[in-house]
């Protein structure tokens, strides 16, 4: 890897060289611009909304450039995390501009190169960066023919964009290079476009190889953990022991003569050491722990009463859905509670990053899933301009979420700048990422209904109580190294994240038709442990217990749990998920084998996004306590398909991570310290463990819109095994998560 250049690069200047394709036009008539000049003018009639982000990014250049060679490059600010989108975005690229996907050079989340997509979360990227993508190559493409039809002066309706090149139908042939060479349009893109009917799609709703996937199976170079640029230095941080510690005295003389050693960076209760090589870097590292000293207090609640404690703390009461109906005529109540611990987001590669501080400007790699965002915190925590900061995203482990994505390219950034001129590689230890990361919120949630005598709901009270589910970045007090520095940055006060799309209550409205509901979001702000987003937020919590709490109701009324889900269904895409799901695993009434148990649950991602329908099959073995998930089949739907295998992969590995969530993981802790600071005390799914069989059904729906779909298996997941427990064994487990332990104690073994 070459050294690269640590200033902000222009989009103009990158594009306006070698005979780029710079596409841009006004949405306004000439004559409309003149009016608006006139005095007293009223302004145009408002613009229908752009697809995607082109609400945010309009102008097509920030998307597609095509250069004189006919070099095809898409730019999106989104970020590939494993969850497949550089392939569905080359895909989708390719089927519009009419190029082998194999010729396009896709460019990710780079604030020097990029438009501004904010966070790659919320399975947002094909829903925002993907629209986006597809509009803005329909666009280009129609603007290409528009410019063969005027160099070979015929209708454009008689032309074709085909292999990177606009066809006539005498067979005349103009690549894209040619047509583009000596232009610069700069162009505004348009509300709507000239999309390719989905039945002549010949690269969308294809299953492409994955084009990150090779160099990670290959040992090449894939993560940001392979980056060995020249001069490069290696360098470990020194956490404090406890939240709250602080450094109290350190002699580093020792540590600055160890061998490599080349600098040892305190400020504040801010402590890391650089060295020549890694090694190096580890062994100086420890002996700086171990040369500090810290004063640390009690401050984290008991564990064992957290629940209760969580309870106890002051809430905001918000109440995000009030539907009254007719009064209830009801012959049954149920009611149930339910809770989540603290988990981790548990990546298996420890957090890393690299930064270069050089005359003046800082230049970071990161696997942090906001780029812009980030650049923004570390310029504050540095009190640099934004300008002077490149954050460039480059792949790590699976982050799921706030990680300590963040705040390691803030531990590179801040050693960077006390060596400039060199390249700083920083990778935290297993145990920092344990306790150091943000962790998923601990939750409880509550639910009462109302059944009348056929069977019916006819009232719905639902509660849930939850601390923030981000505390991510913009803003250096977001930062855990900008929190100890000698004039440390305060974090801002947590904040609820709003519906429809939500925080701790996301997918806390269940999509059932149900009349007289009532759903109350109980948010409290003090947090006893640092916490952020964990892949779905509150769905995993919200939808396990909706979903469960509709197995319990099906019980009450005596009915098949899909029948039950069914009756008070009324999406048809939901129905049809449901549907899908229950046939493909064999749903029936027959009695399983002793000690296996079958259990079913839906839900479509925070209501707008991808719906997703899973029946799982268990076995319990009841004298150790053991679960074990043997088979799961689901359905999906994600609008339109552009990579089925993709989706597939994508339910598989939220399926897997679900059921190492509901079974094994939960975060330990003393009244001062983190516990679970390594695999053995913080167990996760193993392999010996993974279920036989999972089986995904897309439903592909040519020409819909785009539904994410990288967190919608993770409630349904959850729940499904638990109501598999419960059927297995004829006990429910409410506190997740369903270990051997409380299994044993639900079956008084």
Known sequence: MTRPLPQELSRRGVLAGGGALVLSFSLLKPTDLLAQEAQGAKPPPQEPKLPGSL???????????????????????????????????????????EVDPGTIHLTTADTSQTPNEGYTAGSHSMQDSGTAILHAAAQVRGILIGLAAARLDVPSERLQARGGAVVSEDGRR??????????VLHVRAAPTSSLKDPARHAVMG??????????????????VHDLRPPGMVHARVVRPPSPGARLRALDASGVERLPGVIKVVRDGDYLAVAAEREFQAVTAMRALAAAARWDEQPSLPDQAGLYAYLESLPADTHIILDRPGPPAVAVKTVE????????????????????????????????????????????????????????????????????GADDTAADAALIARALPGRPVRVQWMREQEHTGEPYGPAMLTKAQALLDASGAIVSWRYTVRSNTHSTRPPGAGQLLPARLLAAPFQPPPPKPLPQ???????????????????????????????????????????????????????????????????RHL????????????AERFGWSGEAKPRGRGRGFAFARYKN????????AEVEVERESGRVRLVRAIAAVDSG?????????????????????????????????????????????????????????????RPGQPFLGTGEAAQGPAAAAIANAVAHATGARLRELPLNPERVRAALAI
């Open 206 to 223: 294809q299953s492409m190889p994955r084009v990150d996937i090779p160099a990670k199976v290959t040992g090449g170079a894939a993560y």
């Open 500 to 566: 429809p799309e939500g925080g701790g209550d996301r997918n806390a409205i269940p999509l059932y038709a149900l009349p007289n509901a009532r759903v109350v979001h109980e948010f409290v702000p003090a947090m006893p442990l640092r916490v952020s987003a964990l892949r779905a937020l509150g769905a995993y919590m919200n939808v396990f217990s909706i979903e469960s709490f509709m197995d319990e109701l099906a019980a009450a009324a005596g009915a098949d749990p899909v029948a039950f889900r069914l």
């Open 336 to 403: 149930a509670a339910y809770s989540r611990p603290y988990q981790m987001h548990g990546s298996i590669g420890p957090s890393c990053a690299v930064a270069l501080f050089q005359d003046g400007a800082l230049m970071v790699w990161s696997h942090a899933q906001g780029m812009f965002p980030l650049r923004q915190s570390i310029a504050e925590m540095l009190r640099l301009p934004p300008e002077a900061v490149r954050c460039v995203h480059t792949e790590g482990a699976g982050c799921y979420g706030h990680n």
């Open 640 to 700: 339109e398909a552009v990579n089925p295998d993709g989706i597939r992969n994508q339910i598989e590995g939220g399926i897997i991570q679900s059921a190492s969530w509901t079974l094994y993981e939960q975060a330990t802790f003393d009244r001062t310290r983190i516990t679970s600071k390594d695999w053995s005390t913080y167990p996760i799914l193993r392999f010996a463990s993974a279920p036989e069989t999972i089986a995904v059904h897309v439903i592909d």
């Open 174 to 183: 103009l690549p894209y290079g040619d047509l583009i060479a000596g232009d």
């Open 55 to 97: 609400k945010t990014e309009p102008m097509l250049d920030a998307w597609i450039r095509i250069d004189a060679d006919g070099t095809v490059t898409v730019f999106t600010g989104k970020a590939e995390l494993g969850q497949g989108i550089k392939t569905a975005l080359i895909q989708v690229a390719a089927e519009q501009l």
């Open 608 to 615: 707008l996004a991808a719906y997703a329908a899973i029946a």
């Open 570 to 581: 009324e999406d048809a895409r939901a129905r049809a998920v449901v549907t899908a799901a």
